[in-house]
């Protein structure tokens, strides 16, 4: 197993993509998925695995929330702590609060501990998502330290909003983790459109922030909506290190150069030119005129 850290030019760790089907609302059989995945990445000598959004839970759980809902102590979680003695991982859920909130919550979990927890900040709540009344929102974007590196995680709708992936850059990000929960809308020459656009948008995230960027999404069906899958692996130049089949499970499996990092912030410094003063200047202006309207 790889241990690697931010400044190293010449190592590198396996990553693995869960593309996987959760059952909606089952949360024992989910953990069961997750554990065999994770036995075989270790057995592989995977360094990292990361799972899709509410992996754990399914998508369209409406009233179902408070019922599959999980706290950090839960045994469900401590199962996964124990098996992150072996290799990090990145799991989604539905996490219970001690003030008994509720959240669409990704948890990254190294060396038998929860590292970190991100709680998705934006809630889509139009057309066919409704996410708003049943989630509280979260309210911070953070990038944190592992053994491979400084990582951040955005899920699904958090990446719609480019200040997220610009608050994680200015946070020193080098690896952002983007779990989600896609829907098929609609297709273009074949493909879910959907699928054009995030990678579109995600390879501009690459490019600008000069990052690893590991996108894993779900498949499957839940209540007649179908979820498209389509992960990928993008360098920090923004070109495709590996990338799933749509609509079907997979594992995705690839060697992260961790040099690569350092090969594109030389080659062009954007992110040392970067006047984050100018931006929190008009920022603050903005928001002033804003209030006055």
């Given at each position: 197993?790889?241990?690697?850290?931010?400044?190293?030019?010449?190592?590198?760790?396996?990553?693995?993509?869960?593309?996987?089907?959760?059952?909606?609302?089952d949360?024992?059989?989910?953990?069961e998925?997750?554990?065999?995945?994770?036995?075989?990445?270790?057995?592989?000598?995977?360094?990292?695995?990361?799972?899709?959004?509410?992996?754990?839970?399914?998508?369209?759980?409406?009233?179902?929330v408070?019922?599959?809902?999980?706290?950090?102590?839960?045994?469900?979680?401590?199962?996964?702590?124990?098996?992150s003695?072996?290799?990090?991982i990145?799991?989604?859920?539905?996490?219970?609060?001690?003030?008994?909130?509720?959240h669409?919550?990704?948890?990254?979990?190294?060396?038998?501990?929860?590292?970190?927890?991100?709680r998705?900040?934006?809630?889509?709540?139009?057309?066919?998502?409704d996410?708003?009344?049943?989630?509280?929102?979260?309210?911070?974007?953070?990038?944190?330290?592992?053994?491979?590196?400084?990582?951040?995680?955005?899920?699904?709708?958090?990446?719609?909003?480019?200040?997220?992936?610009?608050?994680?850059?200015?946070?020193?990000?080098?690896?952002?983790?983007?779990?989600?929960?896609?829907?098929v809308?609609?297709?273009?020459?074949?493909?879910?459109?959907?699928?054009?656009?995030?990678?579109?948008?995600?390879?501009?995230?690459?490019?600008?922030?000069?990052?690893?960027?590991?996108?894993?999404?779900?498949?499957?069906?839940?209540?007649?909506?179908?979820?498209?899958?389509?992960?990928?692996?993008?360098?920090?130049?923004?070109?495709?290190?590996?990338?799933a089949?749509?609509?079907?499970?997979?594992?995705?499996?690839?060697?992260?150069?961790?040099?690569?990092?350092?090969?594109?912030?030389?080659?062009?410094p954007?992110l040392?030119?970067?006047?984050?003063?100018l931006?929190?200047?008009?920022?603050?202006?903005?928001?002033?005129?804003?209030?006055?309207?």
């Amino acid at each position: 197993m790889s241990s690697t850290t931010a400044g190293s030019s010449n190592q590198s760790f396996s990553l693995r993509l869960a593309q996987v089907n959760p059952v909606l609302g089952d949360v024992e059989r989910n953990l069961e998925m997750h554990l065999k995945h994770i036995d075989a990445a270790a057995a592989d000598g995977v360094d990292l695995i990361i799972f899709p959004e509410l992996s754990l839970t399914g998508y369209y759980l409406r009233d179902l929330v408070p019922d599959v809902a999980l706290r950090l102590d839960s045994a469900e979680v401590a199962a996964l702590r124990e098996r992150s003695s072996k290799l990090s991982i990145v799991v989604g859920l539905v996490e219970e609060t001690l003030e008994f909130n509720f959240h669409v919550s990704a948890l990254y979990l190294e060396n038998g501990h929860v590292r970190h927890v991100h709680r998705k900040v934006y809630l889509p709540t139009y057309g066919m998502f409704d996410e708003e009344r049943y989630y509280g929102v979260g309210d911070r974007v953070r990038a944190f330290d592992t053994r491979l590196g400084r990582c951040a995680i955005l899920i699904c709708e958090d990446l719609w909003h480019p200040a997220t992936a610009y608050i994680a850059s200015r946070d020193r990000m080098q690896y952002l983790i983007a779990p989600a929960d896609s829907p098929v809308r609609g297709t273009v020459s074949g493909r879910p459109e959907a699928a054009d656009i995030y990678h579109d948008m995600l390879r501009t995230y690459a490019r600008l922030f000069q990052v690893y960027v590991f996108f894993v999404n779900r498949v499957g069906y839940e209540e007649g909506v179908s979820f498209w899958g389509g992960s990928q692996i993008i360098d920090p130049t923004g070109d495709i290190v590996a990338q799933a089949p749509y609509l079907e499970e997979a594992q995705l499996t690839a060697t992260i150069d961790v040099g690569g990092i350092r090969r594109a912030r030389a080659q062009s410094p954007l992110l040392s030119d970067e006047r984050i003063d100018l931006t929190l200047r008009e920022l603050h202006r903005i928001h002033r005129e804003y209030l006055e309207d």
